[in-house]
């Protein structure tokens, strides 16, 4: 069934070391989306691809970085420069009017701690 | 800069009774906005949408009040139920080609009690 797949659900990172979450989407959006959430900080916008081989910075874009060479996968990879990576990180895409709407579907999340 | 600012922070409603919740934005040339209903431990999922060409938008017990002169909308829960205890987002973006970014607001936990 379509949708947004993250992987993995939990990940644990040690001080130091650099960390990828997945992202994959059948549902033929053009644009995928990765999303911090913190609590009582709501979702912040960390990177965003509106078409293959082309992204942009969001407003917490320092200490990450991403790829887009598939349509489909948006990984993003979570640095050793990023001093507090312990959040729920979620995936979104969405699709232009003819793609089927403007909603945006969200993956259930990676919950990264750093140990 | 918070371009989507939600209140309250959190909201305690018996059963039975109307949950409001509100959204401020800033930026003029937002023209879809969208809440987002998120359980423990899952991702948001679109609950309601609307866009400034009308001023409120039902569907079953959730409706959406929009007020453009006032750059404000707000999510009425009518009936609330235990089963609608979670976390809502309002959010607001350029719709025009339905792929740009969405800006969140902070967020309201709902907690609907018996």
């Known amino acids: 069934d379509g949708g947004i797949t993250q992987s993995p659900k939990y990940l644990f990172r040690k001080e130091g070391q650099n960390v990828t979450l997945s992202c994959e989407q059948n549902l033929n959006h053009d644009a995928m989306y990765w999303y911090r959430q913190d609590p009582g900080q709501g979702l912040r916008l960390i990177y965003y691809?509106?078409?293959?081989?082309?992204?942009q910075k969001g407003d917490i874009a320092e200490g990450y970085s991403v790829s887009r060479e598939k349509k489909e996968s948006f990984p993003l990879t979570v640095t050793s420069a990023q001093k507090n990576p312990t959040a729920f990180y979620l995936c979104?895409?969405?699709?232009?009017?003819?793609?089927?709407?403007?909603?945006?579907?969200f993956g259930q999340g990676t919950r990264l701690t750093v140990v | 800069q918070q371009q989507v600012k939600q209140s309250p922070q959190s909201l305690i409603v018996q059963k039975g009774g109307i949950s409001i919740i509100n959204c401020a934005y800033e930026n003029t040339a937002f023209d879809y906005f969208p809440w987002y209903q998120q359980f423990p431990g899952k991702g948001p999922a679109l609950l309601i949408a609307?866009?400034?060409?009308?001023s409120e938008k039902k569907e079953g017990r959730f409706t959406i009040s929009f007020n453009k002169s006032a750059k404000q909308f707000s999510l009425h829960i009518m009936d609330s139920q235990p089963g609608d205890s979670a976390t809502y987002f309002c959010a607001a973006s350029r719709g025009h080609f339905g792929n740009e970014k969405l800006t969140f607001g902070t967020g309201t936990r709902l907690t609907i009690i018996p």
């Open positions: 979104a895409s969405r699709g232009a009017p003819g793609q089927g709407g403007t909603e945006a579907f």
């Open positions: 691809s509106q078409i293959v081989n082309d992204f």
């Open positions: 609307i866009r400034p060409d009308v």
